[in-house]
T-cell receptor, first 116, second 115 residues
Framework: AQKVTQAQTEISVVEKEDVTLDCVYE???????LFWYKQPPSGELVFLIR??????QNEISGRYSWNFQKSTSSFNFTITASQVVDSAVYFC?????????????FGKGTRLSVIA | DTGVSQNPRHKITKRGQNVTFRCDPI?????LYWYRQTLGQGPEFLTY????????KSRLLSDRFSAERPKGSFSTLEIQRTEQGDSAMYLC?????????????FGQGTRLTVV
């Protein structure tokens, strides 16, 4: 069975601090996809990144970076120099097999509050 | 392209009533998903379609729930004889699969309150 665990329920940081959101996953598949979504107060889930299980290269996009470690089944997300606009709930998700377009299994989310 | 659109945004209904939600996916997307999200939880998969075919239904989808996508475009999710436990945000997402693929794009959801 697949499972995604986001152990941090809520995190508060002061603006400009760096923050890392943890994600640990379980799956029996050798091919799978991992995702991060952002859910601002408006409610719409905003796609941030998709990574397949064969690509362990870390990725950086502006202030965002992701660290995928298959050995520990983790896919952590770091925001550098956080801003108030980063305040949201962040979800890590897992998709089995294929193209990653199978239904997503989400973690419970981490609520990030960035204080000015 | 206006993204995934869901209507209504909010619905309050009395227990025992039937409700229907609509989702209009991104026009060229052939896959459409329904999820349910309760307070403090991540979205949970309910069902999904490839064009008009319903490919999978979660065990969460009781007999009171039915979803359709008759022409492979918009979809409806109906809940019959609503219960207070049905109160949640119902999210729709769409994606493109095939030679060109995309990640899932989500709508803003329909928040259901059963009183």
């Amino acid at each position: 069975a697949q499972k995604v665990t986001q152990a941090q329920t809520e995190i508060s940081v002061v603006e400009k601090e760096d923050v890392t959101l943890d994600c640990v996953y379980e799956t029996r598949d050798t091919t799978y996809y991992l995702f991060w979504y952002k859910q601002p107060p408006s409610g719409e889930l905003v796609f941030l990144i998709r990574r397949n299980s064969f690509d362990e290269q870390n990725e950086i996009s502006g202030r965002y970076s992701w660290n995928f470690q298959k050995s520990t089944s983790s896919f952590n997300f770091t925001i550098t120099a956080s801003q108030v606009v980063d305040s949201a709930v962040y979800f890590c998700a897992l998709s089995e097999a294929g193209s990653g377009n199978t239904p997503l299994v989400f973690g419970k989310g981490t609520r990030l509050s960035v204080i000015a | 392209d206006t993204g995934v659109s869901q209507n209504p945004r909010h619905k309050i209904t009395k227990r025992g009533q039937n409700v229907t939600f609509r989702c209009d996916p991104i026009s060229e997307h052939n896959r459409l998903y329904w999820y349910r999200q309760t307070l403090g939880q991540g979205p949970e998969f309910l069902t999904y379609f490839q064009n008009e075919a319903q490919l999978e239904k979660s065990r969460l989808l009781s007999d009171r729930f039915s979803a359709e996508r008759p022409k492979g475009s918009f979809s409806t999710l109906e809940i019959q004889r609503t219960e207070q436990g049905d109160s949640a945000m119902y999210l729709c997402a769409s994606s493109l699969v095939g030679q060109v693929e995309s990640e899932a794009f989500f709508g803003q959801g329909t928040r259901l309150t059963v009183v």
